[in-house]
């Protein structure tokens, strides 16, 4: 797919102004009258996915703004490290001041083109690569995800509560980890079914996997997809079950189904990774990491319906998560539900 090229004057989507006075972290500006940074972003998936990537996409329009910044993306390459390296390699030979991949499935090819071109910048959002040129900005969404499983196994009637996700990349395995932490911290007895399906986007595949999880017992589903949400909602409405989201709060998109969304902005991490490269303080060999101790970026939003001793519950486990005092895994073992043939 082509790359697209954007520059101050014709973004295609302003985030939200909101977004813009509270980063989570400094974000700044380039010193006056300097040049405009150039920035080339690849996003895997689509940037209307209404998840992961265009949370993406919205903090490389918002950094494009605040920065301000020449942007150019590449949207919709399958990922596969081959495929990802063969874009990315193709933004860098155009010597942007800085390459951002955009997801942790990114990390190998990114660790490679980023060899290949140590003149450049590179940045993996939800990443855990580094080298001499290469610094990986994450978003703990595993904390919020702890949270979304707390909620569910307060909540579960049945006593059986669903995790959907696609990819098995790392953030999405930590997230995995993190959900199941959750719920056997408010209900150890509770039994998880969770699925890998191998698709973030395919409506059909989710609504399959999601009919089959509550006619296995499951009363409360999350779902960690991108544009493959929708299916699970169809079958999540259609039998009333509530549903989990992630990424953004989907309590207020979809209020008839969401009852909590385990809300992690990756885009604050794109945002972040060009303003510290427009002011001189790209870390290059780093990890920068942000969690529910700023809850712009990183929180369980919950529907109104929920009770408001499940609430202060849930804030109770979210105070005990930023002191320290709870740890939120990065690994689960166990048997996985089958993806229904």
């Known amino acids: 797919?082509?790359?697209?090229?954007?520059?101050?004057?014709?973004?295609?989507?302003?985030?939200?102004?909101?977004?813009?006075?509270?980063?989570?972290?400094?974000?700044?500006?380039?010193?006056?009258?300097?040049?405009?940074?150039?920035?080339?972003?690849?996003?895997?998936?689509?940037?209307d996915d209404r998840g992961f990537m265009q949370a993406g996409?919205?903090?490389?329009?918002?950094?494009?703004?605040?920065?301000?910044?020449?942007?150019?993306?590449?949207?919709?390459?399958?990922?596969?490290?081959?495929?990802?390296a063969a874009a990315l390699r193709a933004l860098a030979q155009k010597k942007p001041d800085l390459v951002v991949a955009h997801g942790g499935q990114n990390n190998a090819a990114t660790r490679t083109v980023a060899a290949e071109f140590p003149d450049i910048a590179f940045v993996v959002t939800q990443g855990n690569v580094t080298g001499p040129n290469l610094a990986s900005y994450e978003v703990l969404q595993e904390q919020s995800a702890f949270l979304a499983g707390a909620l569910a196994g307060l909540i579960t009637k049945t006593g059986v509560v669903g995790h959907m996700s696609g990819i098995r990349v790392v953030p999405g395995l930590k997230?995995?980890?993190?959900?199941?932490?959750?719920?056997?911290?408010?209900?150890?007895?509770?039994?998880l079914l969770?699925?890998?399906?191998?698709?973030?986007?395919?409506?059909?595949?989710?609504?399959?996997?999601?009919?089959?999880?509550?006619?296995?017992?499951?009363?409360?589903?999350?779902?960690?997809?991108?544009?493959?949400?929708?299916?699970?909602?169809?079958?999540?409405?259609?039998?009333?079950?509530?549903?989990?989201?992630?990424?953004?709060?989907?309590?207020?998109?979809?209020?008839?189904?969401?009852?909590?969304?385990?809300?992690?902005?990756?885009g604050r991490a794109v945002v972040q990774a060009v303003a510290d490269k427009a002011a001189g303080r790209f870390a290059a060999g780093s990890i920068r990491q942000v969690g529910l101790e700023t809850p712009e970026a990183v929180r369980l939003a919950m529907a109104p319906r929920v009770p408001e001793e499940v609430r202060a519950r849930i804030a109770a486990i979210a105070a005990e998560i930023v002191a320290g005092r709870l740890a939120v895994p990065h690994e689960w073992s166990g048997e996985e539900f089958p993806t229904p043939a």
């Open 57 to 84: 996409y919205d903090g490389l329009t918002l950094a494009a703004r605040t920065v301000p910044a020449e942007i150019e993306f590449t949207q919709g390459i399958a990922p596969q490290p081959d495929a990802l």
């Open 175 to 191: 997230g995995r980890a993190g959900y199941a932490a959750g719920v056997a911290h408010t209900n150890p007895k509770a039994k």
């Open 194 to 266: 969770t699925n890998f399906s191998g698709n973030q986007d395919d409506n059909a595949l989710s609504k399959k996997i999601a009919t089959a999880m509550i006619a296995a017992g499951a009363d409360v589903v999350f779902t960690m997809l991108n544009a493959g949400r929708m299916g699970a909602v169809e079958a999540c409405r259609e039998r009333g079950v509530p549903q989990i989201g992630n990424v953004v709060d989907w309590t207020t998109i979809v209020p008839d189904v969401f009852i909590a969304s385990a809300c992690a902005d990756s």
């Open 1 to 47: 797919m082509r790359p697209t090229r954007i520059d101050r004057r014709t973004l295609l989507r302003a985030a939200t102004a909101g977004a813009a006075a509270a980063l989570p972290w400094s974000a700044g500006r380039a010193a006056e009258g300097a040049a405009r940074l150039r920035v080339a972003a690849l996003f895997a998936g689509k940037i």
